[in-house]
């Protein structure tokens, strides 16, 4: 009788610590979901937000004839092809906001020098793969070495106004 009495106990203490680990599993599911829900909106949010600007490459083919494109792509080998194709697709796809919003900042974009455009790219590569208030902070604080204009650019490019 003894013994069914401390099966019986310990049976009833193990059911009674199994439910308080078992809400614990849940709650920490809940928030493993909430925090995966987090991370999505603020990718969704980064992606809103960044205007694309073209590679180097992109870049000299939109400036080009419908002719002088076709001719290009027929050079290039069909991987490097399909590379052009897939970022002009990309920009094509763009919404109309979007791809409104490169259209005005792209000449400004285009009128740097060389050495400028690459460091101006440069920055937006660095600035895309920061947080968002992040980024702000980056923005809003010492320009570094870049010029008013540039700074006006990368700001456009990322949708974070002058001095907000």
């Known amino acids: 009788m003894r013994f069914l009495f401390a099966n019986a106990l310990v049976a009833v203490l193990l059911a009674g610590s199994v439910s308080p680990a078992a809400a614990q ?3 920490v599911k809940e928030i493993l979901r909430q925090k995966a829900l987090r991370q999505q909106r603020i990718k969704q949010q980064k992606q809103q937000k960044m205007l694309p600007l073209p590679a180097p490459a992109v870049e000299r083919f939109l400036q080009m004839s419908p002719e002088e494109q076709e001719r290009e792509l027929a050079k290039l080998t069909p991987e490097r092809r399909q590379q052009m194709e897939q970022r002009l697709n990309r920009l094509q796809q763009l919404p109309p906001e979007q791809l409104q919003g490169l259209q005005d900042v792209y000449p400004a974009f285009q009128n740097l020098r060389p050495a400028r455009k690459q460091a101006v790219r440069q920055e ?21 070495s870049f010029s008013p204009e540039e700074m006006d650019i990368l700001r456009r490019v990322t949708g974070i106004p002058d001095g907000q």
């Not at 937006?124 to 320009?143: C, S, V, Y």
């Open 25 to 27: 599993v849940g709650a």
């Open 124 to 144: 937006i590569q660095e600035l895309r793969q920061m947080r968002p208030a992040l980024r702000k902070d980056r923005l809003n604080g010492d320009a570094g």
